[in-house]
């Protein structure tokens, strides 16, 4: 019988019991870092503190990042180790949220809400059917393949952008390259945000982007908050020039009280709630197990990130 794959827990080992359970589960055993083959570091922040503890403990190969965006990290990845993160673990329930944005984006529920009284529904009512609908998905990972597979049932069109054009996205009915983007954009009823943050995606919701879709259409952001041109979006909304926009994640975030957008009528707000602890702790730790027993059998990793992408 081999011996158990000795993995880190970092930066609070002792705060963190349940990741310690799943690297066990693995066949792994948690160590201190120096004795160990293998680190999860169990924050989505200081990664000055990651930086230094690969430095001071040479023999790691292999980093976990419990998280899908790791932009914070990217400076580190070049190192000659392993790097793997969170992509794919929270897609089910992030495309979820996403679902409910746009449902409650495009039949005016956000709008309604807010209401202190009946009101009857005449002509100029709001409510677009989400049934039939034409519906762009800038990314191509789990979340918007999960998002594709809930929106199957709408009848909906999907196109799906993403940087590669010729790696059709499994379930849309189109793939284009990002360089469509307005293409894409002009004859969505609703536009979703869920790709990865790198430089080339910072800020491609800009003032051209929001006018390039329809007055009617809904922009729903479940990925990072600096894909959107905040002040753009601000003034869009305001001036009706799309349909709202429903965001779980804000430039910056948190959102400060007193924003604009906490009060403009066609905004809907979610505090970065589509993957909340309650269900990342199961999910992630289904990761972190098959990942470790993976490791100590010299298989492909899940959630490999690429150097060169950033993700």
Not at 135 to 158: D, H, M, P
Request: charged share 20%; glycine share 10%; aromatic share 4%.
């Amino acid at each position: 019988m081999s011996a158990p794959t000795p993995i880190a827990i970092a930066p609070e080992p002792a705060r963190n019991s349940w990741l310690a359970d799943a690297v066990e589960a693995g066949g792994g055993t948690v160590v201190d870092p120096a004795d160990a083959t293998g680190v999860v570091w169990a924050v989505p922040k200081h990664p000055d503190r990651l930086e230094a503890l690969l430095a001071s403990h040479p023999g790691i190969e292999w980093v976990q990042l419990p998280f899908a965006g790791i932009e914070t990290f990217t400076h580190l990845l070049r190192d000659g180790r392993t790097w793997t993160c969170g992509k794919g673990v929270y897609a089910d329930p992030v495309a979820e949220l996403a679902l409910g944005l746009l449902l409650a984006g495009m039949r005016g529920v956000g709008t309604y809400a807010r209401r202190t009284s009946w009101e009857k529904a005449d002509a100029n009512e709001l409510g677009h059917n989400l049934i039939g609908a034409k519906v762009t998905i800038l990314g191509g990972g789990g979340i918007a393949r999960a998002l594709i597979t809930l929106l199957s049932g709408f009848g909906v069109t999907t196109t799906a952008l993403r940087r590669q054009a010729d790696d059709p996205v499994p379930g849309a009915d189109r793939t284009l390259g990002l360089d469509r983007l307005h293409d894409a954009l002009a004859d969505a009823d609703a536009v979703v945000l869920a790709l990865a943050m790198t430089p080339a995606t910072r800020g491609i919701i800009d003032a051209a982007a929001l006018d390039a879709m329809a007055d009617h259409a809904w922009l729903v952001n479940v990925a990072r908050g600096p894909h959107v041109v905040t002040d753009a979006l601000v003034d869009a909304l305001r001036d009706d020039r799309i349909g709202g926009a429903g965001l779980d994640v804000t430039d910056p975030e948190p959102l400060p009280d007193g924003h604009p957008l906490w009060t403009l009528p066609n905004a809907i707000i979610t505090p970065h709630v589509g993957n909340t602890p309650a269900m990342a702790v199961p999910l992630l730790g289904a990761r972190v197990t098959e990942n470790v027993r993976r490791f100590a059998a010299g298989d492909e990793l899940i959630g490999l990130v690429d150097p060169e992408l950033g993700y």
